[in-house]
């Protein structure tokens, strides 16, 4: 079956722009992870949504960053004001209700801010 | 405060030989681990978990983990190495006094290369 896909797969943007990133989870995963992964480093988590419930945003960097989930699929983050340091490969992931310790990442969408 | 620790950027391997990707962890409580593996141009993938029960985890593409409490340490293994397997590899734990899966913590990952 079809796997999460993020949208673009590229993004250059110039300082100050406000980027939208989309991801597509697998259909009928109810939780769907945001993560960041700069150059050199391990990922960062950034927030979670699980179903109707209150998202987890306590990794989300800084309140330019904000992120959200229509209908219990698609999601959407959006970093207003980019800064160079927002340069990286952003990830998402979605797992099932059944077996949520184990995430099926997307492609990843590589954001550049110049 | 959960963290996990993978000591090595990088590890060279002459294929047909074991290897070893090292992984130690600090959870207050008992942990979940995980090996998750990035393949060059492609996304993050599964590869095994620890939960309960048995101390060594089989999981995808002939890889091994083994849980050992006392060392707090869940190095994956594979007796034999594949060019293929060359790859970028994330340890990542998770303490189960958190109910939300959103506290998987994951290491900033370790460059596998097998030469031929």
């Known amino acids: 079956g079809a796997g999460v896909s993020q949208s673009p797969s590229n993004k250059v943007t110039e300082k100050g722009k406000d980027v939208e990133l989309r991801c597509d989870p697998i259909?009928?995963?109810?939780?769907l992870y945001w993560y960041r992964q700069s150059l050199g480093q391990g990922l960062e988590f950034l927030i979670y949504?699980?179903?109707?419930?209150?998202?987890?945003k306590s990794g989300l960097p800084s309140d330019r960053f904000s992120a959200e989930r229509t209908g219990g699929s698609v999601s959407t983050l959006t970093i207003q004001r980019t800064q160079q340091e927002d340069s990286a490969v952003y990830l998402c992931?979605?797992?099932?209700?059944?077996?949520?310790?184990?995430?099926?990442f997307g492609p990843g969408t590589r954001l550049t801010v110049l | 405060a959960q963290s996990v620790a993978q000591p090595e950027d990088q590890v060279n391997v002459a294929e047909g030989n074991p290897l070893t990707v090292k992984c130690t962890y600090s959870?207050?409580?008992?942990?979940?681990l995980f090996w998750y593996v990035q393949y060059p141009n492609r996304g993050l993938q599964f590869l095994l978990k620890?939960?309960?029960?048995?101390?060594l985890v089989k999981g995808s593409y002939g890889f091994e983990a083994e849980f050992n409490k006392s060392q707090t340490s869940f190095h994956l293994k594979k007796p034999s190495a594949l060019v293929s397997d060359s790859a970028l590899y994330f340890c990542?734990?998770?303490?189960?006094?958190?109910?939300?899966?959103?506290?998987?913590?994951f290491g900033s990952g370790t460059r596998l290369s097998i030469r031929p």
């Open positions: 992931a979605s797992s099932s209700h059944q077996n949520t310790d184990t995430q099926y």
């Open positions: 959870v207050s409580g008992n942990p979940y």
């Open positions: 949504f699980q179903g109707n419930s209150a998202p987890d």
């Open positions: 259909s009928g995963h109810t939780a």
């Open positions: 620890y939960i309960t029960g048995d101390n």
């Open positions: 990542a734990v998770r303490d189960r006094w958190y109910s939300s899966a959103s506290k998987i913590i």
